[in-house]
Every structure is written in C-alpha cells, then in structure tokens.
C-alpha cells in the first residue's frame, strides 16, 4: 500500500484543506474565478468548462453597482470586456 494513501495521511490531508478552504476560495473568487459543478458526468463538466472558454464571462464584478439588476444578474455594456 502506498503510504501516502494510508488513512492517517487522508485524515492529515483533509484537514489540511478544511483549514485552508475558506481562504483559498476568498482568493479565487476575488480574481473572477469560475465555479463548476464537477458533480455531473464528465459530458456535462467538459461542457461547461468549454463553454467557460469559448464564451468567457464579462469580467465587470457584482459590486459594479451599475452593471447589476435586481436579481444580480449582469448587465454588459461597452466598458465591460470578456475576459480572454
């Protein structure tokens, strides 16, 4: 058995990004990063993932209060770009 897959270092590696989580998804999240739903089948990820590509997101914020509605839904204008 492979000793990195041995239950105390599992438990040590879980605990690892328990303590990190949070944090690690403030960063991402602060930089624009896209969330996916990996728990699909693998057609349904690639395609989204593809789409995240082919179809990138504008990159103006939530907290640009005049690219938001109501429902936090954005509104694309001319000073909002897609990211590359």
Avoid: W
């Avoid at 328990?18 to 403030?26: C, D, G, I, P, S």
């Avoid at 990063?33 to 593809?50: G, K, L, M, P, W």
């Avoid at 179809?55 to 914020?61: Q, S």
Wanted: net charge negative; hydrophobic share 35%; with cysteine.
């Amino acid at each position: 058995m492979n000793p990195k897959f041995s239950e105390e270092a599992v438990i040590a590696h879980l605990a690892e990004y328990h303590a990190y989580r949070e944090e690690l998804v403030e960063y991402y999240d602060s930089r624009g990063a896209q969330r996916v739903n990996a728990d699909q089948d693998i057609h349904s990820v690639f395609e989204t993932i593809e789409a995240l590509i082919v179809n990138p997101l504008p990159t103006c914020r939530a907290d640009d209060e005049q690219n938001v509605t109501a429902d936090n839904s954005y509104v694309v204008d001319e000073e909002c770009e897609s990211t590359p």
